[in-house]
């Protein structure tokens, strides 16, 4: 039983083999490129594509993401093979705390706080806000809807926006393009947790962001191709856009040169808001490699058609 590993910035390579080899002691487990024998692997291990990994792999049954996101490498897999996302509730929770911060952040005035303190100025500013706060979250899968309810927990409205209809248990769920009409018209705050798919590459793009209300937040902690980078910008200098923090960008890094890393309004995260637990990551992908050894269905299969 032959696994190779390639897990790139997917949490720490030796962690990952550390844990799997406790897990699994029967498994062999090759680093890319010194695989020997291809047709002897069975399984890879993999967050981004790295060109020519599956030549040759013929008994290839199933393929791991190192990551939560599949955008990586989905366009360079052989066809047929089942691939399973990295679906870990460690990683859920990680998330759902970093655009918890970085909401309150923005809603409870830290910013302004940040230069009265550089000043020197002891000066409270009242918040005027006698009714929840709303917030939209656009993607509802596992990290969207943990988000969602930590944040409803807060006191916050959630909305929570979905290509399909879908019950998002205490948010309000929207669905479609009127329902991304709605859920940006009613966000102070935007959270985008979206995969990167043929379908929500570019989505935010000049037009969607006018839809928002004057002097909103974007939170975008999913990934920078989402969101048109030199909209986002304009509609920051323009004034509607209140600010954003941003965790991820296009390209990353960021070049040192980008107006966004400058911008008084921005807040700028090197891709942290949900780094991979090679720990809990390894016992979910041990447990899919069970399953496969033992004929049943992967957990969390990726449906390549959607790209997620
Ligand atoms: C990080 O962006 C991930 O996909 O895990």
């Known amino acids: 039983m032959v696994l190779v590993c390639k897990t790139g910035d997917a949490g720490d390579a030796e962690r990952w083999k550390t844990e799997l080899q406790r897990l699994l002691p029967a498994l062999e487990i090759r680093d890319w490129p010194d695989i020997g024998d291809p047709t002897e692997v069975e399984f890879v291990l993999l967050f981004r594509a790295v060109p020519g990994l599956f030549d040759g792999m013929t008994g290839l049954r199933a393929v791991f993401s190192a990551g939560a996101g599949v955008d990586g490498f989905l366009c360079d897999l052989p066809p047929g093979v089942p691939v399973a996302r990295l679906v870990d509730p460690w990683m859920q929770t990680a998330m759902a705390a970093w655009v918890v911060h970085a909401v309150l952040h923005f ?170 637990n090679p720990i809990t990551g390894a016992a979910l992908v041990a447990e899919n490699i069970r399953r496969v050894r033992a004929g049943e269905a992967l957990a969390h299969p990726v449906d390549r058609n959607r790209g997620y």
């Open 107 to 276: 809603a409870r005035n830290m910013p302004a706080y940040a230069t009265q303190q550089i000043r020197g100025i002891w000066r409270e500013r009242f918040e005027e806000h006698f009714e929840p706060r709303r917030v939209g979250i656009l993607g509802c899968g596992e990290i969207g809807r943990r988000t969602g309810s930590a944040l409803t927990g807060l006191g916050f409205r959630v909305s929570g926006w979905t290509r399909t209809p879908r019950d998002l248990g205490g948010l309000e769920p929207l669905y479609g393009e009127t329902g991304l009409a709605r859920l940006l018209a009613g966000s102070e705050f935007l959270v985008c947790l979206l995969p990167l798919t043929p379908g929500t590459e570019g989505l935010l793009d000049a037009g969607r962001l006018a839809q928002l209300p004057k002097g909103a937040f974007f939170i975008n902690a999913s990934r920078g191709r989402v969101v048109g980078q030199r909209d986002l910008l304009a509609a920051l200098n323009s004034g509607h856009l209140g600010g954003a923090w941003l965790d991820v960008a296009e390209p990353e890094p960021l070049p040192p040169g980008d107006p966004l890393w400058r911008h008084p309004r921005v807040r700028i995260t090197p891709h942290v808001a949900g780094v991979t």
